[in-house]
Structures are given as C-alpha cells and as structure tokens.
C-alpha cells in the first residue's frame, strides 16, 4: 500500500470521510436503490484501491520516467492509476444517473453500454488482482470463459456457451450481475461492520479487550496462550477477519508467549486457529454470515444464535489444547507483574467505552432492527462516549483518533472488500446462468448414491479448495453457490449446509498448501510455517469435527430441548478435552499411540447423541485409568 502526501494524501482523506458520511446517512435516514447504492460505493471503492495500491508494489522505487507513468512512487499515484480511476468511475455514474430506466427497460441496450460494462469487469479485475492477488481474479476470470466457451467443454459440465454481448448485458445492466446481491450487500449492510471494528479499537475497546483477556486467561495454565484465545475471540467477533485478526493481536500475544517460554511454532498456531475462529463467534461472526442470512432469506439475529455453541466450543477446544501442551513443557500462568489490576480493567469509563457500543448492537440486533442501522447507531454511541468520557485526552486528539479508526477501515479494509465482492459477484452470476452449480451438485448426489458420507467430505473438500488463497468471504459465496444445492437435495438442513461451508471456508486459512492466517501467524513468530499449519489444526481440530455433527444435530445450533442443549454445552466441553489430549499426546503424562486413540474415540462418541454421549464418557474415564495406572499392554509411553 502506499503512502499518499501533499494533494493526494488529502484527496484520499476527502474520499473516506465522504464515503464513511454516505454509510452513516444512508444506514440511519435512507434506503437507496441497490444499483443506486452499489454505483456509489463503488465509485469510492475503486477510485481508493486504485490510489493507494499499486501495478506492482516492487516497483515504487523506479525512478524512471515510464516507471513512474506506470507505477507511480510510495506516495504518489501513477498516471495509469488515474487513467484506472477515471474509465472505472465513468460506468458507476453511468448507472448513478440511469438506474432508473435500465431497471424499467430489461433487455434493452446500446453498444455504448457493453463497452461500459467491459471497463468496469476489467477494472474490477485489476482492483481485485492488486488489492488480493491473483487467486480470486482467476477464479472469476475461468467462470467467464466457462460461460462465453461452454460449447467447447465435453461431457456433463457442456452447455451451449453464450455470446459476449449476453455476458456483458447481464454483468452490466441486469441487477443479478455486478450489482447483485453481494455488491448490495457490501455497499448496504457489510460496510458498516468493516467500520465498526476498527473505530472501536481506536476509541480504547482493544486495550480493554485485551486486558480483561489478560485478567481471565492469565489465571490458568498456559495463561498467556488462554489470553491469546480469549482477546482473537473479542476482537474476531467485530473485525470479522482472520489475518486482521492475527495480525492485530498475534503482534502482542506471540512475543508474549515466547518469552514465557512457549515453542514459536506453538504460539503462531495458537494465535492462528484462534484468529480463525474470530469469524464463527457471535455476534457479529464476518462478512460471509450476512450474506448467509440473505441467502436463506432470514434474520441475521437467528444466525447469530445458531452460532453460539460451535463457536464456544471450538474455542474451548483451543483452551483445551493449550492446557494439555502447557502441560507438556511445563507452562504456568501469566506472571503476576504482567496482570492488569481488576479496578483498573473494570473502571467505569473502561467499561462504558465497550460495553455501551457493543450493548447498543447486540440489543437493537435482537430487536430484529436492520443490522445497518444497528451499527450505526453502534458507531454513533461509541463516538459520542469516547469524545465525552475520555476528558484526559485533548479533544483534538480524541476527534483525531475516531478519524484514524475511519481512515484505517476504509482503506486497509472496506476499499478492497467492495471491490472484491463485485468481483466474486460475477463468478456467482456466470456459476447460476451456466448451470455449473446445479453441475457440480449432480456430482455429488451421485456419489451420495454410493455413500452418504463420502458425499459430504467431498462437499468439505471442495469448500477447502475454494478456499484457498482467497478471503471467507469470497470462499463462502462462490462454495455455497456450487454446493449449497447439493446439501439440501441430500435433505440436509439448509442454515446447517450453509454453516457447514461457511466452516470449512475459513479453514481453508489453516490448511496447507495456501494457508493464509498460517503464513500470517508464522511470519510473526518466525516459525516454519508447515509446523506451525500442523500446530494450529491440532488446535482447532473441534472446527473441522464440529460441523459434521450440527448436520445431524439441531441442538448444536440451539434448536429443539434447553435442556439437551445444555447438557450439548457441558458434554462438548468435555469432548473437546478428550480431543485435544488425543490429538495432542499428553492428559496428564505422555500418552501411548492407544491412549491417543482411546481419547479422540471417546471425544467423538461424546458430541453424538445421547446413548453414543455416555459410551464416550465412559471411554474417556477409561482411558485416563489406563494412563493413571500405566499398564504395560497400552504400549510404550514417549519421553518427549
């Protein structure tokens, strides 16, 4: 990223704040159009994208004169880069000025339009390409030749191909294409929780975060992975990403745990698996849930509490890892000069600045209020507690904090993310005019014919690959479009089938070859990032089990009995323990290659229903007798 001085610095000031006003106005006044919305959005999203990432970020040192009309320096954009913005701007105003009669006229256009529309796919491309990569470019670029050359395909996945005028016409100036529902989505709803985080970093609710995290987890053995579990789930909850995430806390938490004596690989794959999980907890659980409550046409509240259980036990499943491998090399709590004083965590000021905000959206959410507006009057209370609250701060500084939680979300976050999701809208747009999902789910209902089972580990493995590389989002959409029908023709339920790839999606960032929060983790730690991938999935091994269970099981998601449902609490926690120390090694001694396994089986009998629950339980007692009691035909036990 650049940079940006002088005139661009301020034109790029003059785009957030311009942008951030348009969300807040728009959340809590009006309702615009979503060609309308979208246009506009995306007019702020490009124009940004293009001026602060550049053609090649190894080239900013070209001193050249085609160097600098190419790729521009750290602090100035390119000629290329305002050429980029003008021709991707031109077609969002376009469709500003003429929404109306392209939404009254459907199939009527002029060669003038199609151009427009080819700029823009190209432009959305480039954005895509310079903000994320090429993974996500690729993707959509093969769906659009699948589309204009689907004749020449053999076999099941043929289909008669469309002309490019047809692609363009329904890219362009049909409201299923780039403007559809995730570009809708972004620029209506999403944007706002993308602001919502960081602001409230700025306004003191990470410090907060992190000190009572500090306070809770410090206090157990391993304290100071405990804190890195529990500050990644606070912060997960509002920022929704997991490389922000482990970016953002790994940088204190795995120095910290270093220095207490933690492996590096260990503590990257602690502050991996946890960051990962950032995006299932409640209640605000990334961008990809409300684009789910949008698909299965429901509220996002009803999301929000199916995820409740899986999220805290993939969490207590990390706790339990990091307690048995504390274990292991003898780790203790966080020592007492690094614990914050309760009175201090929980002054009155300290805890108006996040309990208020964060009170204000989970409240207005259960009222089944808008989600937008719900953030905005979030961001709006947030604010006004910071600027009148924190008195010992000059107003002036106070007011140059809240901007700099604007300034940050806006162009580290929210600039690529609307772009990105115009982008990935027209993979989802060519996946359902070509058939290829409805495809795919033949494939699979097939292979169902032979073996129920093996036809959802193919559905896990696919969500996996799609995943990788890209963000959950984009992972989620275009995995749920492909697979999401194929669950429910096995007569699955469909908010589990969507979980269910919303999952696996984000674990496609702890899953060699293309591990993202891996990679982000290890570079923090310098750990080799193979053993650091292997570190984080045994940690968060109950998020590759858990979905496989709310398939089948409706109480995970908090429908049916309460009290089934609490007994699924307390009987998944001690499920977890059995996991985590069979996939671990270690309960209380070094486990044998039988002990392990006595304790992962048991773990698995424990999350079914409830005769299959008590078998487990009783294994896993079982198991810790033959452990407590070291008998000779469990094998040898390891020393290390």
Request: hydrophobic share 55%.
């Amino acid at each position: 990223m650049r940079n940006l001085k002088g005139g661009w610095g301020k034109l790029l000031n003059v785009l957030v704040a311009g942008w951030s006003l348009f969300l807040l106005v728009t959340a809590l006044y009006m309702a615009l159009h979503p060609l309308l919305m979208g246009a506009i959005s995306l007019i702020f999203g490009l124009s940004i994208v293009f001026l602060v990432y550049p053609l090649h970020p190894g080239k900013l040192q070209s001193k050249s004169g085609l160097g600098l009309l190419l790729f521009g320096s750290k602090e100035s954009p390119s000629l290329l880069d305002l050429v980029l913005i003008v021709i991707s701007v031109a077609p969002c105003i376009y469709i500003m000025a003429d929404w109306e009669s392209i939404v009254r006229s459907p199939g009527m256009y002029e060669t003038y339009q199609l151009v427009m529309g080819a700029v823009l796919v190209i432009c959305l491309l480039e954005g895509t390409r310079r903000a994320l990569g090429n993974s996500i470019p690729i993707l959509v670029l093969f769906f659009l030749l699948y589309a204009l050359f689907g004749d020449y395909v053999p076999g099941a996945f043929g289909h008669a191909g469309f002309d490019l005028e047809e692609i363009l016409y329904q890219l362009y100036l049909m409201s299923e294409g780039v403007w559809g529902l995730l570009t809708d989505m972004t620029s209506r709803l999403i944007a706002l929780f993308v602001v919502f985080g960081p602001v409230l970093f700025a306004t003191g609710v990470g410090k907060s975060f992190m000190d009572i995290s500090m306070l809770l987890g410090g206090r157990f053995r391993g304290g100071a992975g405990h804190v890195a579990v529990i500050s990644s789930s606070f912060f997960g909850m509002l920022s929704g990403s997991s490389v922000a995430n482990a970016a953002t806390t790994g940088s204190f938490t795995i120095p910290t745990m270093k220095r207490l004596g933690f492996p590096a690989r260990f503590a990257a794959g602690i502050e991996a698996s946890a960051s990962s999980g950032g995006q299932i907890m409640p209640p605000i659980m990334g961008a990809g849930c409300f684009i789910m409550a949008e698909f299965l046409n429901i509220s996002y509240t009803k999301v929000m509490i199916a995820g409740i259980i899986p999220a805290i036990l993939y969490f207590v499943g990390i706790s339990c890892g990091i307690w048995v491998e504390a274990g292991r090399h003898n780790l203790g709590r966080l020592p007492q000069e690094l614990m914050p004083k309760a009175r201090e965590v929980f002054g009155l000021k300290q805890v108006l600045t996040f309990a208020l905000p964060v009170g204000t959206l989970i409240v207005m959410l259960a009222l089944f209020l808008p989600p937008q507006m719900c953030a905005a009057w979030a961001l709006v209370v947030a604010m006004v507690i910071y600027l009148f609250l924190r008195s010992e701060i000059p107003f002036a500084e106070r007011l140059k904090t809240i901007w700099g939680g604007y300034f940050q979300a806006v162009t580290t976050a929210l600039a690529w993310l609307m772009v990105m999701m115009a982008c990935v809208q027209m993979a989802v747009t060519m996946i359902s005019l070509t058939g290829f999902g409805v495809k795919v789910s033949q494939l699979i209902l097939d292979l169902a014919g032979t073996s129920l089972v093996l036809a959802i580990i193919a559905t896990m493995l696919t969500a996996l690959i799609l995943g990788m590389g890209m963000t959950t989002t984009a992972a989620y959409v275009i995995a749920a479009a492909v697979l999401v029908p194929a669950m429910q023709g096995l007569g699955l339920p469909a908010l589990a089938s969507h979980l269910f790839i919303f999952y696996f999606a984000i674990k496609s960032g702890l899953t060699p070859p293309v591990c993202i929060t891996v990679f982000t983790t290890a570079a923090i730690a310098d750990s080799n990032w193979l053993k650091t991938a292997w570190d984080a999935i045994r940690l968060g091994i109950g998020g590759y089990i858990m979905p496989f269970y709310f398939l089948f099981m409706p109480g995970y998601l908090f429908e049916g009995n309460p009290w089934w449902i609490i007994y699924l609490i307390f009987s998944g926690t001690i499920a977890m323990l059995a996991i985590e120390a069979g996939a671990m090694g270690f309960f209380r001694k070094h486990s044998t290659f039988i002990e392990r396994l006595i304790y992962f089986a048991a773990g698995l009998l424990i999350l079914g229903p409830l005769e299959y629950s008590i078998a487990g339980l009783l294994l896993f007692g079982f198991g810790i007798m033959l452990e407590r009691w070291d008998l000779p035909f469990v094998g040898k036990r390891p020393s290390a």
